[in-house]
Structure formats: structure tokens, C-alpha cells
């Protein structure tokens, strides 16, 4: 499809800080957007329907995959998570960059879709770090975060085929990192 080389997928494992990486590079560069996934999920506190997430429920979710509205989806500790189509096709193809932030099997799956795109992996200086981050954001229970930590160390081992790695140490400068991977990336043909 026209237009993949506008298209970034950022993942790291959950707890690494890539949202906060993330929000900072489109604070920076205003150009730069980011989609808005939908997912069966409780909301978080702080977080907006529409701007954090589309929260749906689980029939809602079912009738979007059915409709063709959802172009990658998968089921993460419990709960479905998937990107919509219409969140990016149109920011391609008006050469606006978009960035993705979603776990690898999702990011497989968008590569294999639209194998122009960029895949970006976020990583925790160490997994001690990756822990601690985890329980400093107090908002899930000791089941949920040994089942993200878990998934955490599969999704680093299952890292190796992205396009691009970077490290979460001070979030400023991984911000910077990412810019220069899409400024490198636009620069070059589809
Ligand atoms: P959280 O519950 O922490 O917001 O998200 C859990 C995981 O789901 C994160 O790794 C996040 O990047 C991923 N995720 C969010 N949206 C999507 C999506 O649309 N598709 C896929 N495959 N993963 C997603």
C-alpha cells in the first residue's frame, strides 16, 4: 500500500516506558500522531474513552473484527487489544507519520501487512528496572504484574526481528532516538 513508510510501530515490554517515551516525541514534533487502539480492557484511572483507547466491550470488539474494521488484533493477558483501520490507512496515504504502540505479535502482524513500515523496540536498561517501573505505577495487582513480567521477558527474546532497538534509559533521550530513526527512515524512497 502507498504511503507504509509513514507508518512506525513502537512496542516494549509493558512497565519499559514507552507511552511516556512516546507522548514525549509527539510533544516534541507535533507532525508526528498516534493511533488510538480499541480494546476490551477496564479503563485506567486517568484515562479517556476515545483518547487513551476506544474502550469496547467484548461484542462491540467482535462486531468491528467482523465489519473488516480492525486490521491486527490480539488477546493480551485477557484482553483484546486491535488497531483500526480507519486510524491509519487515511494517515498513510496523506504521508503523515503514525506511530503504533502495541505488543510484537501485533507488530508481526502490521510488518507482514505492510512490510514498508518501520518496527521500533523499547527496551528497559534491565530487568530489575523493568520491575521496579512496573510496581511504581501501583495500579495492578501482584497476579497482573508477575503476568506482565512474564510476558515481559517472552516479548524481549521475541525481539530480535525488529527493524530498530533502543533503550529506555532517560525517556528525553530515547525520544530523540525514535525522531532520528523517522526522520532517517522519511528520507529514504517507499
Ligand atoms: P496496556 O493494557 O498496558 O494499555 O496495554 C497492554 C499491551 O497491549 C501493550 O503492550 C500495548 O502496547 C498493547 N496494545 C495496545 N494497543 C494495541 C493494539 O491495537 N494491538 C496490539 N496488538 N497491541 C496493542
Request: one cysteine or more; aromatic letters at 6%; glycine letters at 6%.
Amino acid at each position: 500500500m502507498k504511503g507504509e513508510k509513514y507508518l512506525f510501530v513502537v512496542s516494549g515490554p509493558s512497565g519499559t516506558g514507552k507511552d511516556t517515551v512516546v507522548s514525549k516525541l509527539l510533544g516534541d514534533h507535533k507532525e508526528i500522531k498516534k493511533t488510538v487502539s480499541a480494546t476490551t480492557r477496564a479503563m485506567r484511572e486517568g484515562e479517556v474513552d476515545g483518547v487513551s483507547y476506544h474502550f469496547l466491550t467484548k461484542d462491540q470488539f467482535k462486531q468491528s473484527l467482523e465489519a473488516d474494521g480492525i486490521v491486527e488484533y490480539t488477546c493480551y493477558c485477557d484482553n483484546y487489544y486491535g488497531t483500526l483501520r480507519s486510524e491509519i490507512e487515511r494517515r498513510m496515504q496523506a504521508k503523515q507519520p503514525v506511530i503504533l504502540v502495541i505488543e510484537v505479535e501485533g507488530a508481526t502482524n502490521i510488518k507482514k501487512l505492510y512490510p514498508g513500515s518501520t518496527t521500533i523496540f523499547v527496551l528497559p536498561p534491565n530487568m530489575e528496572e523493568l520491575e521496579r517501573r512496573l510496581r511504581l505505577r501501583g495500579s495492578e495487582d501482584e497476579e497482573t504484574i508477575q503476568k506482565r513480567l512474564r510476558r515481559a521477558e517472552t516479548e524481549i527474546a521475541r525481539s530480535a526481528n525488529y527493524d530498530e532497538h533502543v533503550i529506555n534509559d532517560v525517556v528525553e533521550d530515547c525520544a530523540d532516538r525514535i525522531f532520528t530513526i523517522i526522520q532517517n527512515r522519511l528520507a529514504k524512497p517507499e
